[in-house]
Structure formats: C-alpha cells, structure tokens
Nanobody
Framework: EVQLVESGGGLVRTGGSLRLSCETS???????????IGWFRQAPGKEREAVSC????????EHAEAVKGRFTISNDYAKNTVYLQMSALKPEDTAVYYC????????????WGQGTPVTVSS
C-alpha cells in the first residue's frame, strides 16, 4: 500500500515562498516511477481542488490555471519524494495541501497523505 507524508507547510506572508515535500513509500511490487503524484488543496468551506501533478514515468506536468507561473512541481527519484515549490503566494492559496498517488494525472488517486496546512497572511 502506497503511503504519502506531506511536510513543509506553515505561515507565510503574501508574496512569500514555501516548498512542500511529499515523501512516498510502500509501493509493493511497483515503483515510484509507476506513479503520478498530484498535489491538491482544500480551503475552509471550499471543495478540494487539483493544484499540480507530475508523472514520475515520463515527467509530464500539469498545473491549475490559478498557480501557473507561481508553483513548480519536481521529483527526486533517489528519495521517492515530490516537491511543490510555491512562490508569489497569495492569501487565496491558504488551504490544507495534500499529495496523492495515482497511475495518471487526472485519473483516480488511490492513496492520500494526511495534509499540511499553508496559511498566507495579507
């Protein structure tokens, strides 16, 4: 069973930066490269939304329009970890951020982390 652990959230001022990490393990016969890792967020009172996704198989990347040009997703195969570098943060980026593992971006995500909170103060 794939397990994911997020870290790196916190409090930051508008315009600041944070880097979130998603450490993965437990692939049970599969490998890190077999999965795509997506970042999602859920703000208070709002539905969860997709933020960014990266395929570890072929490097395909996609970002939501709201974060294009500000967020970067990358991975480290040696550490089985995916990162979300967030820059030029806005108060509307405040949310709990989750990473999840699935076979393809935009598809079904079979495992989720516990989330890490990000608060952007104005």
């Amino acid at each position: 069973e794939v397990q994911l652990v997020e870290s790196g959230g916190g409090l930051v001022r508008t315009g600041g930066s944070l880097r979130l990490s998603c450490e993965t393990s437990g692939f049970s016969g599969n490998t890190f490269s077999d999965y795509s890792i997506g970042w999602f967020r859920q703000a208070p009172g709002k539905e969860r939304e997709a933020v960014s996704c990266m395929s570890n198989r072929d490097g395909y990347i996609e970002h939501a329009e709201a974060v294009k040009g500000r967020f970067t997703i990358s991975n480290d195969y040696a550490k089985n970890t995916v990162y979300l570098q967030m820059s030029a943060l806005k108060p509307e980026d405040t949310a709990v951020y989750y990473c999840a593992a699935g076979r393809i971006c935009g598809g079904y995500f079979e495992a989720w982390g516990q989330g890490t909170p990000v608060t952007v103060s104005s």
